[in-house]
């Protein structure tokens, strides 16, 4: 079985079974689509490659969930508890997928910083970004270039950036090198290890 099959069937497998409940204390946000554009008197042509990648996604996303409903360029559907939103800009031959993870408002000094650390290097392809208000776990990436085994790729790394806040903060198993999350990561389970040891210890007095 190929990587890119294996992603597309644990992705569909999110549908079915309940996101665990997150270690960071901030609220999914009711997300508001934005009104429709007034639409450009000459809008520019989008190239046939842009076109074939738009419905490569939708084929894509239809292996998941073949009730999955495209709106022009936005599909906006869920895997698991999670939102997820995918936009494509046919013209300038984008592509983004957004996932919401909480409000913004309620982060404090530390978390930002740490969300900054982890763009460096636990996030990989994935980030965190806020707009709107709203923290988001992304993937970007230009449209016409975007393969099917990639696309998979970006969906995961999103939904687990999503997943892993106030936890490991990562998008997978790999953390890019001189980074500070492997240490941060350290030093959390040391204090776990730590505060389990005085745990079982008062209870054994």
Partial sequence: MDKTRMIWIGLAALIAVPVLAQTGAITPPTIKPAGPAKPAENPPEP???AVAAQAMIDTALKK??????????VWQFKLGARQVIVITDPVAERMRIMVPIGDAD???QDLLKRLMQANFDSALDARYAIAQ????????H???????????????QAIAVADNFGGSF????VVFGGGDSTRLQAQELLELLKKKAEDEKKNVI
């Avoid at 998941?64 to 495209?70: A, Q, S, T, V």
């Avoid at 208000?133 to 970007?140: A, E, P, R, S």
């Avoid at 230009?142 to 995961?156: C, H, N, Q, R, V």
């Fill in 170 to 173: 990562s998008s997978g198993a």
């Fill in 142 to 156: 230009p449209l016409t270039s975007l393969d099917e085994k990639g696309f998979a790729s970006g969906l995961a």
């Fill in 133 to 140: 208000d709203v923290l988001w776990g992304t993937f970007i």
């Fill in 64 to 73: 998941i969930d073949k009730d999955i409903k495209r709106e022009t360029n």
């Fill in 106 to 108: 309620l982060l404090d």
């Fill in 47 to 49: 190239s046939k490659e």
